[in-house]
């Protein structure tokens, strides 16, 4: 398996602009994560998927962000408008599993985001 | 609030030189303790999970071991490859839920 795939691994853009950030997971896992990492708040959940369905998306810090899952195999992250404090790196990551024994995430390269 | 605090925030061993990495968490409920480890420009990767105080799990040069409060990442005779940011992270709740809290990280460099 090529693991979890995402795309783009670098966007620069300017403020205002629409950023979709896109994921593939890992074929098979039910589980879709879209995290944040930035240096001063560390990796912070945003939203994750179930079998493509949103269950938690407490962590979506405003209206500007959104998530969707159309289908098993692809997932799009969006900001819009962006803005400079939206500027961090974004992982996907997916398990098949939350039963505690198997609930391993697997985590993608991540796209890393500056907007000027 | 459920928090997770890792320490310290950077570490830098000779090669050979062991050391332990501190995660310390209040959380209500601990489902699962995790360390990832995490190269620079890459995604985190898994290590290990450990479920109730007392358990240890070993990896190579890692062990990882956990108390009611705490976590510990032994790296006994560390090699430059070991340089990395290890990251802890836990799942809490009542009920299965997908959400890791994770730690700031420790980064780790050793020299040759």
């Known amino acids: 398996d090529a693991g979890v795939i995402q795309s783009p691994r670098h966007e620069v853009t300017e403020m205002g602009q629409e950023v979709t950030l896109r994921c593939k997971p890992i074929s098979g896992h039910d589980y879709l994560f879209w995290y944040r990492q930035t240096m001063m708040r560390g990796l912070e959940l945003l939203i994750y998927f179930n079998n493509n369905v949103p269950i938690d998306d407490s962590g979506m810090p405003e209206d500007r962000f959104s998530a969707k899952m159309p289908n098993a195999s692809f997932s799009t992250l969006k900001i819009q408008p962006s803005e400079p404090r939206d500027s961090a790196v974004y992982f996907c990551?997916?398990?098949?599993?939350?039963?505690?024994?198997?609930?391993?995430?697997?985590f993608g390269a991540g796209s890393r985001l500056t907007v000027l | 609030e459920d928090q997770v605090t890792q320490s310290p925030e950077a570490l830098r061993l000779q090669e050979g030189e062991s050391s332990s990495l501190n995660c310390s968490y209040t959380v209500s409920g601990l489902r699962g303790l995790f360390w990832y480890r995490q190269d620079p420009g890459k995604g985190p990767e898994f290590l290990f999970t450990l479920y109730s105080a007392g358990e240890e799990k070993e990896k190579e040069r890692l062990k990882a071991t956990l108390t009611k409060k705490e976590s510990f990442l032994h790296i006994t005779a560390p090699k430059p490859e070991d340089s990395a940011t290890y990251l802890c992270a836990v799942q809490a709740g009542s009920s299965n839920t997908g959400k890791l809290i994770f730690g700031q990280g420790t980064t780790l460099q050793v020299k040759p």
């Open positions: 990551a997916s398990t098949p599993s939350l039963t505690y024994w198997a609930n391993v995430l697997t």
